[in-house]
C-alpha cells in the first residue's frame, strides 16, 4: 500500500485547509484511514479518522467541530477540511492506514504510512 498526501501550506488563524490523501496498492483489508500530525518536540497525536467500509468519523477533541474528514467514491482517498485554524494546529500531517481492527487514536494500529504534509498557522 502506498500513500500520497497533500495540501498542506501556510494560513492565517482562522483560515482553512484541506488535506487529501490517496492509497493505491492493495487496500482490500483496510479498516481505517485518516490522520495523524506531529508538532516540533511532540509526539505524534491522532487528529482524526474514517472507518472502512461503513464511514463512520471519529476525531480528537481538540480538533472536533472544526475538521472534517471524508471520502471520495472510489474509497481510495481521505480528506480533512480544517477550519478555523489556530497557531496550535501547526505541525506536520501524517496519512495513514490500519489494516487491523485495534485501537484507532494509536499509533501502532496503523501499518501504512505516507510522507507528512507540513500546516502552519500563523499570522
Known amino acids: 500500500v502506498q500513500l500520497q498526501a497533500s495540501g498542506g501550506g501556510l494560513v492565517h488563524p482562522g483560515g482553512s485547509l484541506t488535506l487529501s490523501c490517496s492509497a493505491s496498492?492493495?487496500?482490500?483489508?483496510?479498516?481505517?484511514m485518516g490522520w495523524f500530525r506531529q508538532a516540533p518536540g511532540l509526539e505524534r497525536e491522532f487528529v482524526s479518522t474514517i472507518r472502512w467500509p461503513a464511514g463512520n468519523t471519529y476525531y480528537a477533541d481538540s480538533v472536533k467541530g472544526r475538521f472534517t474528514i471524508s471520502r471520495n467514491s472510489a474509497g481510495n482517498t481521505v480528506y480533512l477540511q480544517m477550519n478555523s485554524l489556530k497557531p496550535e494546529d501547526t505541525a506536520v500531517y501524517y496519512c495513514a492506514l490500519s489494516s487491523r481492527p485495534w485501537d484507532y487514536t494509536k499509533r501502532f494500529a496503523y501499518d501504512h504510512w505516507g510522507q507528512g504534509t507540513q500546516v502552519t498557522v500563523s499570522s
Open positions: 496498492g492493495h487496500t482490500f483489508s483496510m479498516f481505517y
